[in-house]
């Protein structure tokens, strides 16, 4: 019975390290390197190549690398009752609210406005601060953890979920309540999954409906946001800047509009990278649980995409 780390492109040795460390002798097997196809029973996934799974005929859970897992779901080759879990782990929710954390800042002190006025010997101490009202969209494992640590520094924080939800700590709206959600907010952070529901869901007619100047931080897929629209909603004044961690195409191509473009501040998918010792010992608690016949941890919903 064996593991297979299965994430082209990335260094697997930190995986199995991190994996012997918590379990010496766990049997793992590393693509392109897999010649044990049948002792294959759990495969851990990063933007596998899609068909691959359909090699290994025992297998009986996937696990997805990082907290996402639109790019397992997108496999047609996933078979329908094949479970799935995700990480959710103390470290990756840090990294992620730090990251956002850093973007509301940004935009509330205006730290990118005095590098500009330091390029050019502007001493302007006008408007210092910009008062800001948070929303969420997405309030799970790291939404969840975005909303309390603002709460906390003192920010008036909002909410946008799927389901209806009671006692929630925060004003919060139901997806079907999404005009009323904007309405209260000045910094949008989307925090969604990425499914059939919520992709192209940051498009121009959603940013009309938000407050004049509202400041955008997307952490969550590329997907998520119609490219196209951006820069044409920031010249109309819908939005007055962007924070973006995730793009349509990865890495950015060199001729994309974001480079240049001052407005919006781009980096390269690094809000929050799964630290391989955090999220090993979940991993090897799954396996543990599948050989037990246990229930699994951090389990997606197949019909809620998430
Ligand atoms: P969770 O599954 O814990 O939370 C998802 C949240 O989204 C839930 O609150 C859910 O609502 C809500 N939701 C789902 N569909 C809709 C919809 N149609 N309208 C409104 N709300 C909806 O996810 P995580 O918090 O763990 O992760 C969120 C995403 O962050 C990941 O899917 C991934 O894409 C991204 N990510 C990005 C990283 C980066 O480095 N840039 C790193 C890690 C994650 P409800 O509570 O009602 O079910």
Redesign the pocket.
């Known amino acids: 019975m064996s593991i297979a780390i299965i994430s082209p492109g990335r260094n697997p040795k930190v995986w199995i390290d991190a994996l012997k460390k918590h379990q010496p002798d766990l049997d793992i097997q590393v693509y392109p390197d897999i010649n044990r196809p049948n002792e294959v029973e759990m495969a851990l996934l990063w933007q596998h190549p899609p068909g691959y799974l359909s090699n290994f005929p025992n297998l009986k859970l996937i696990s997805s690398l990082?907290?996402?897992v639109?790019h397992i779901l997108s496999d047609p080759a996933v078979p329908e009752s094949m479970p799935i879990v995700r990480i959710?782990d103390e470290k990756?929710t840090w990294s992620?609210t730090n990251y956002v954390v850093t973007g509301v800042l940004n935009f509330h002190r205006q730290i990118t406005r005095y590098q500009a006025d330091q390029k050019r010997k502007v001493w302007d101490m006008s408007n210092p601060e910009i008062p800001v009202k948070v929303g969420v969209?997405?309030?799970?494992?790291?939404?969840g953890d975005v909303l309390d640590k603002l709460h906390y520094m003192g920010f008036p924080v909002f909410g946008?979920?799927?389901?209806e939800?009671r006692g929630f700590p925060y004003p919060y709206f139901s997806?079907d309540r999404m005009g009323d959600f904007l309405s209260e907010i000045n910094v949008l952070i989307c925090?969604?999954?990425?499914?059939p529901?919520?992709e192209g869901i940051l498009n121009l007619e959603l940013f009309k409906k938000c407050n004049p100047g509202t400041y955008l931080i997307n952490?969550?897929?590329g997907k998520h946001l119609i490219e196209e629209d951006l820069i044409p909603a920031l010249d109309k004044g819908y939005l007055s800047g962007a924070m973006l961690?995730?793009y349509r195409k990865e890495p950015l191509p060199e001729e994309h509009p974001f480079w240049g473009e001052s407005r919006i501040l781009c980096t390269p998918?690094?809000?929050?990278?799964t630290n391989p010792e955090a999220a090993s010992p979940q991993i090897i608690e799954n396996f543990r649980r599948l050989k037990s016949n246990l229930d699994l941890l951090n389990i997606v919903d197949r019909e809620k995409g998430?």
């Open positions: 990082g907290a996402g639109d959710v990756l992620m969209m997405g309030v799970g494992a790291l939404g946008l979920g799927f389901t939800k997806r925090l969604l999954p990425l499914t529901e919520t952490v969550a897929r961690d995730v998918h690094i809000a929050s990278v998430y």
